[in-house]
Nanobody, 124 residues
């Protein structure tokens, strides 16, 4: 079983940057694609970015394309989300999760397990 733990969230002003980390333990995560999702209060969990097991393929939501970068270091069992030019609408709890191996990368139902989430708050 893979366990995932997110870190790196916090409070930042609009235009600032944060780097989130998703550390894996247990069964190796290096064979799995890993995604980042976010959930704002009162809203559904939404796709942010995903990276293939090798790191060679990445996809981003239109809302973060060009501002966020997903990467991974399989030796460290860690996936990162570099977030630049942050906007107040990026405020949410950010979650990482391992892809099940089949199904679309864009839907939460195709990912498990999930981390506990890390709060990102972007002020005006």
């Amino acid at each position: 079983q893979v366990q995932l733990v997110e870190s790196g969230g916090g409070l930042v002003q609009a235009g600032g940057s944060l780097r989130l980390s998703c550390a894996a333990s247990g069964r190796t995560v290096s064979n799995y694609a890993v995604g980042w999702f976010r959930q704002a209060p009162g809203k559904e969990r939404e796709f942010v970015a995903v990276i293939s097991w090798s790191g060679g393929v990445t996809y981003y939501a239109d809302s973060v394309e060009g501002r966020f970068t997903i990467s991974r270091d399989n030796a460290k069992k860690t996936v990162y989300l570099q977030m630049n030019s942050l906007k107040p609408e990026d405020t949410a709890v950010y979650y990482c999760a391992a892809h099940r191996g089949s199904g679309s990368y864009y839907y939460p139902d195709t990912f498990a397990p999930w981390g506990q989430g890390t709060q990102v708050t972007v002020s005006e």
